[in-house]
């Protein structure tokens, strides 16, 4: 094939044409057969409004079981973008052509079952050790009947083929706590995708912050699990010799656009004309030539040979396919892309293994603790030296000092829910490769996220309330005292879930969670009486939860101790509309909250996306 640059293609096509005839049997082969056809992807242009910028174009390529083909191509060819569109992980855009795997279109809960995605970034849990992040990846994403021994098993294997032996005991790390180094960390995110035994294994830059002998060493263990039940795709940027030599199959980009779709052979030569070709604007020329070559013909012939097969495949499986047993291995790889769940094991024991390894480590990591407990105690040591002993006097000019410090205690955990934002924006990247990847669905990571915190407050919060309520020497129900401030807590928790979950950034949720504070405190009560709230503000003071959680603790307070305050005989609770008012019925109020809450948290983290990708 004459290029626009006289280089002749003619010996990677002979190479190309004999691969060719190959693939077109590959659907009889155990596993799942991958088939890209005409695939063209646009999106939104950064420069032009209203224009669409077009990533992908008419891409053509047939991914056999047993093989390992690499995405190449110069950076911002489309490497990326195809291999997202392919494992159905793109978000944006619009996707034209067809993407089959075993003769027809994945489902989600396929793609997030039985196949696997290394990040091109690393998204891994800080407080864990390495062994502690596989083992954890283990028992959600292998079957609950395999023993415990068996995975850790597995996980020790892995560790020592990716040469992460001696760091099996190290934790992760974050930018305040040091751990492994980026090399391990690469190395770890491709332990996670390979120890759940994908069908189809999607790798996006694996060698990218590797030096060259760790590269081929981890491109060594990759191509280790190159079997007749899976099939491996990987983008791949300046390979070595080596690391070029372990794939089958190479499929190159430019702009876009096809320019190589073939057997590897002798052809690593090609990606550093290709990149020369791109530098200098004439991909486009590239591309043309390909699309009218005969290579082009063979890999269009081939493709349309393994869907025909494929789709024949399928009518015809039965009795002919039907081993002594009654399975075959093709009927196992039907079995997988007609899964009816995106997880492998239910939602309970998804939730117990987040309480065994993140719970557990959240627990012991000051880091976690810090920001959690610290405030707490701080400001309930003010509340109680500033109003120490005056909870007994019920004195009509005691009252504004007492309900000052019942009003601080019910909205301080609300203004301490700014401390929960970042839980959950930070760990945005490591939940959404998570539920990517099928470990858990949206409500077991609320509940065990929600579970997490609760837990941890029982004991903080009962503390506090004793020193504070016996120090202060309050009247009323200390369970109530307590209850209300536990419960009020928890909205804050669930409301910093909510605003985060819905945000699109660390800016923008500390902004709003505040805001809708500050406007709770107006209509609570205490600022401004009912009696002389506007009208048409009036509405507001029901769907505020601080009316409650103040209202509950001024009646736990001052009934039958209502001090007169005015001429005529109003009282206290009178004047703020507490009089009558059941003081639990305004905890079961709270209690509302906490669950309309927690209903839309859940619902932001399973329907709002903020990855554009």
């Keep these: ?48 409004k209203g224009v669409k910028a077009r990533l992908l174009s008419d891409v053509n390529g047939l991914f056999n079981p047993g093989e390992m083909t690499a995405l190449l191509g110069p950076s911002g060819s489309g490497k990326t973008t195809f291999l997202d569109v392919l494992a159905g992980r793109k978000t944006v855009g619009e996707t034209t052509g067809e993407v089959l795997f075993g003769g027809k279109a994945p489902s989600v809960k396929f793609l997030r079952r039985h196949t696997g995605y290394v990040e091109q970034f690393d998204t891994l849990i800080a407080a864990l050790t390495v062994r502690e992040m596989l083992c954890y990846t283990a028992e959600l994403k292998r079957p609950m009947n395999e023993p415990l021994a068996s995975k850790e098993t597995a996980v020790d294997k892995l560790l020592r083929d990716l040469g992460l032996w001696d760091a099996r005991d190290v934790v992760v790390g974050s930018q305040m706590v040091k751990g492994i180094s980026g090399g391990q960390a690469k190395r770890t995110n491709i332990a996670i995708a390979l120890i759940t035994d994908p069908s189809v294994l999607f790798l996006d830059e694996p060698t990218s912050g590797l ?20 099939t491996i795709l990987a983008t791949i940027h300046s390979p070595t010799a080596y690391a070029f030599s372990l794939f089958d199959n190479a499929m190159i980009l430019c702009g876009g656009r096809q320019v190589y779709f073939g057997p590897t052979g002798k052809g690593l030569w090609l990606i550093d004309v290709f990149t020369e070709a791109d530098r200098r604007g004439d991909a486009v020329a590239f591309a043309d030539v390909y699309e009218t070559s005969s290579l082009k013909k063979a890999c269009d012939a081939s493709t349309r040979a393994a869907v025909a097969a494929e789709k024949t495949r399928r009518r015809r499986r039965g009795s002919e396919e039907s081993l002594a047993d009654g399975v075959t291995t093709q009927s196992l790889a039907d079995t997988k892309l007609n899964t009816t769940s995106s997880t492998v094991t239910p939602g309970w024991w998804a939730f117990y293994v987040m309480l065994k390894y993140r719970t557990r480590k959240n627990y012991r990591d000051p880091e976690y603790l810090g920001p959690r407990l610290g ?91 004793v020193v504070v309520f016996f120090a202060v ?141």
Aim: hydrophobic share 50%.
């Design 1 to 48: 094939m004459p290029s626009p640059d006289g280089v002749d293609h003619t010996e990677v096509i002979v190479h190309a044409r004999d691969a060719a005839d190959a693939k077109a049997h590959a659907s009889s082969r155990a596993g799942v057969v991958v088939v890209a056809k005409d695939l063209t992807y646009d999106v939104a242009s950064f420069k032009d």
């Design 375 to 465: 405030d707490k105690i701080f400001l309930s040591f003010i509340i109680t030296t500033l109003y120490l002993g005056r909870g007994n006097d019920f004195g009509a000019d005691n009252v504004i000092n007492i309900s000052s410090a019942l009003f601080m205690w019910s909205t301080l955990p609300a203004f301490g829910a700014a401390a929960y934002i970042p839980q959950i924006v930070l760990e945005r990247s490591l939940y959404m490769r998570e539920r990517a990847d099928g470990l858990y669905n949206p409500l077991t990571y609320v509940v065990a996220k929600i579970c997490d915190e609760m837990l941890l407050l029982v004991f903080v919060t009962l503390c506090i309330a």
């Design 211 to 230: 030096d060259s002998f760790t590269a081929n060493e981890v491109m060594s263990v990759v191509k280790s699990l190159v079997t007749d039940e899976v």
């Design 473 to 613: 020497d309050l009247a009323g129900s200390f369970w109530l005292f307590w209850l209300t401030y536990y419960i009020t807590l928890g909205n804050g928790i669930v409301l910093a879930y909510l605003v985060a979950a819905a945000a699109p950034n660390m800016e923008a949720a500390n902004a709003i969670l505040p805001t809708y504070v500050v406007t709770l405190l107006f209509f609570a009560g205490f600022l401004i009486t009912p009696e002389d709230t506007p009208s048409y503000w009036k509405w507001y003071s029901y769907v505020d939860l601080m009316k409650y959680a103040w209202g509950a603790l001024m009646i736990n307070q001052w009934d039958g101790n209502d001090p007169v305050l005015f001429a005529g005989g109003e009282t206290l609770l009178e004047t703020y509309e507490l009089d009558d008012v059941n003081k639990w019925g305004y905890v079961g109020y709270l209690l509302l909250f906490f669950c309309a809450f927690f209903v839309l948290a859940f619902l932001a983290l399973k329907h709002i996306n903020h990855s554009k990708r």
